[in-house]
């Protein structure tokens, strides 16, 4: 089993519709993240966890809303899907950085808005 | 806003050959991260220098860092048809958030 899930892997939704992009992990980790992948433009972040009680925004969190349910789910919602909200959607999570720096992808939901 | 810049944006070569990419970042960064992207899928994490190293190697892979200039490349030796993917420089302040800062990527096709 991979160590990041996400799930779905791929989704099209309607304009208008709400949505949930899930993540599980196995790492053990406390922080966990949402990035956002458009073509020629890297990867943005979209949410970040510490730990269940503690979720800050990224760069790009507007038209988005986070749960971190328990210390191994993170969940991205889109309350009302746009069009320009297609793209590849990761979650990632991460040791504390002080040691190995173990920062480990999975791997994407491709979501389409028609 | 994108943390770096890669260079150059696509890059084509011969089997055998080498390839070189750089990146530049803008701030001060505890860590600069390589990673390989397949068809636009999962990342996969090549290597990481810390901003206390000057370089890395990992197999086929060299990594350098200069502070001073805020950039860093990413040598592959004797590339392989396989080697063909997207690779993307990532940059870390460190501390309590530990997020990654991408660049844009550079298009890496190595022809048989």
């Known amino acids: 089993d991979a160590d990041v899930t996400q799930t779905p892997r791929n989704r099209i939704t309607k304009t208008g519709k709400r949505i949930m992009l899930e993540c599980s992990q196995t790492?053990?980790?406390?922080?966990m993240y949402w990035y956002r992948q458009d073509p020629g433009l890297g990867l943005r972040l979209i949410y970040y966890?510490?730990?269940?009680?503690?979720?800050n925004k990224g760069e790009i969190s507007d038209g988005y809303s986070v749960s971190r349910q328990a210390q191994a789910k993170f969940s991205l919602s889109l309350e009302s899907a746009i069009p320009n909200q297609t793209a590849l959607y990761f979650c990632?999570?991460?040791?504390?950085?002080?040691?190995?720096?173990?920062?480990?992808f999975g791997s994407g939901t491709r979501l389409t808005v028609v | 806003s994108q943390q770096g810049e890669e260079d150059p944006q696509a890059l084509s070569i011969q089997e055998g050959e080498n390839a070189t990419m750089n990146c530049s970042y803008k701030?001060?960064?505890?860590?600069l991260q390589w990673y390989r992207q397949n068809s636009g899928r999962g990342l996969v994490h090549l290597i990481l220098i810390r901003s206390n190293e000057r370089e890395k190697h990992s197999g086929r892979l060299r990594v350098t860092l200069d502070t001073s200039k805020k950039s860093s490349s990413l040598l592959i030796t004797a590339s392989r048809a396989a080697d063909t993917a997207s690779y993307f420089c990532a940059t870390s302040r460190g501390g309590a958030t530990n997020k990654l800062i991408f660049g844009t990527g550079t298009l890496l096709a190595v022809q048989p």
């Open positions: 701030t001060s960064i505890n860590n």
């Open positions: 990632a999570t991460s040791d504390d950085g002080t040691g190995i720096n173990d920062y480990t």
């Open positions: 966890s510490f730990d269940v009680k503690d979720i």
């Open positions: 790492k053990g980790h406390d922080r």
